[in-house]
């Protein structure tokens, strides 16, 4: 059958996975990959499958309602998934107010446009994809998040991500629009951009640069393949259950400083160093504000109901990943370049000037 999905943010990380999997995966669809290419986006992401006849590009704002409402009118949109966001906890302390706009206000600009242009057609889906961070944060070593666990965003960015979880809801409770929310823990892999903890690392060992650990390094993630949450992403929108919400999770907990010295040990092997060579790049930094201490999800309901489980582990995962940043130092070298470099050195100001 003929669908035509519209797939936001789909030059980002994440997006860009999901995107390159239903290309492959569902030759029927026409996938239609709208991203405003910010600093995070990034076309190169999606070189191998641009030439695909089920691939599309719209270049477009998800907070400008009226192009929005004329795409769907346009390509008659049928179903969404929703990836674009600003996604840096970082970012979202130094600058709430884009967060709000873009998550929470471009959320509700493309709910806005399938309210209207669905009304007569059943055959729809729009899926939210949310993050683990609404939740707040676990004490260590206690219980992990469930679906039913109580919001409690504490970050500028996962407050905006709450809120536009809560208007997802929303719209399946009032206009009862086919709505299906997950909540996912920390990614990692191939074209995550250089700001987040793992890609960042192996960039500045690779290079020999200051490895900026928040406060002691005690926080701890729970760690997935981004892979596997597209994965999870596929079946929750074509087989999840309307109204709800699917936790994704790795169920592989990580405390920073251990993961960080096993990206070391990983990257030093790699780059045939010697064993251990890169832990005098470790600094530690004034801690994060409002950093949360531990984030850690059941996802038995995804298991259970839809039959997901991750696929390899996460050494095999790891070092995929590290071997990936190695051979594409053309592709961390062009995003790491211009507006970033600016954005990265006031960063971190205080390592650069020593
Ligand atoms: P990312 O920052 O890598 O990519 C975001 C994409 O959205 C970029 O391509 C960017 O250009 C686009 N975008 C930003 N503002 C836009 C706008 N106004 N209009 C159109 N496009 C815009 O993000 P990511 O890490 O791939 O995360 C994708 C989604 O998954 C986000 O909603 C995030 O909250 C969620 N999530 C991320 C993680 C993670 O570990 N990265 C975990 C759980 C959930
Ligand atoms: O849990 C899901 C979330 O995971 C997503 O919703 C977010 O979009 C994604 O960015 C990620 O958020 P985190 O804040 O957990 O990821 P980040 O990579 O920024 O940081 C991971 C941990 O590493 C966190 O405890 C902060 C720490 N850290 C991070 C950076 C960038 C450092 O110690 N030093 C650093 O330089």
Redesign the pocket.
């Given at each position: 059958m003929q669908r035509n999905i519209l797939i936001?943010?789909?030059?980002?990380?994440?997006?860009s996975h999901v995107v390159r999997l239903f290309v492959n995966k569902y030759p029927n669809y026409q996938i239609y990959n709208?991203?405003?290419?910010?600093y995070?986006?990034?076309l190169a992401n999606l070189k191998d499958i641009e030439q695909k006849p089920n691939y599309h590009f719209i270049k477009?704002?998800?907070?400008d309602f009226e192009s929005i409402l004329n795409i769907f009118r346009e390509k008659q949109i049928c179903g969404v998934i929703?990836?674009?966001?600003?996604?840096?906890v970082d970012r979202s302390i130094k600058d709430p107010f884009t967060f709000a706009?873009?998550?929470v206000l471009?959320t509700l600009s493309l709910l806005q446009a399938s309210k209207i242009c669905w009304e007569n057609n059943k055959d729809t889906r729009f899926y939210h994809?949310?993050?683990?961070e609404v939740y707040g944060a676990l004490e260590m070593n206690t219980d992990l998040f469930t679906e039913e666990t109580k919001y409690s965003p504490h970050s500028p960015y996962s407050a905006s991500?709450a809120s536009s979880d809560h208007f997802v809801r929303a719209f399946y409770d009032t206009y009862e629009l086919n709505t299906v929310i997950s909540?996912?823990?920390?990614?990692y892999g191939p074209y995550?951009?250089p700001e987040?903890l793992i890609p960042l690392f192996i960039n500045n060992i690779v290079n020999e640069k200051p490895l900026p650990v928040y406060g002691k390094g005690e926080n701890v993630r729970d760690w997935l393949f981004v892979e596997d949450?597209a994965r999870a992403i596929d079946l929750i929108f074509h087989k999840g259950q309307t109204g709800e919400t699917y936790n994704i999770g790795g169920s592989n907990e990580w405390k920073n400083i251990d993961l960080i010295k096993e990206l070391i040990k990983i990257t030093d092997e790699l780059l045939h160093r010697p064993k251990g060579y890169s832990e005098k790049l470790i600094i530690y930094v004034t801690d994060r504000a409002g950093h949360d201490l531990r984030y850690a999800i059941d996802s038995t309901k995804l298991q259970r109901e839809l039959g997901w489980q991750p696929q390899q582990d996460f050494q095999t995962n790891l070092r995929l990943t590290v071997e990936w940043y190695l051979q594409n130092s053309d592709w961390l070298n062009n995003v790491t370049s211009g507006e970033y470099l600016n954005y990265y050195k006031t960063m971190y100001n205080e390592i650069y000037e020593n």
């Open positions: 936001t943010g789909g030059a980002g990380f994440i997006g709208l991203d405003e290419l910010t995070a986006g990034n477009a704002d998800i907070i929703h990836l674009a966001a600003e996604s840096h706009k873009t998550n471009g994809i949310s993050t683990d991500k909540n996912c823990s920390n990614n995550q951009f987040k949450h």
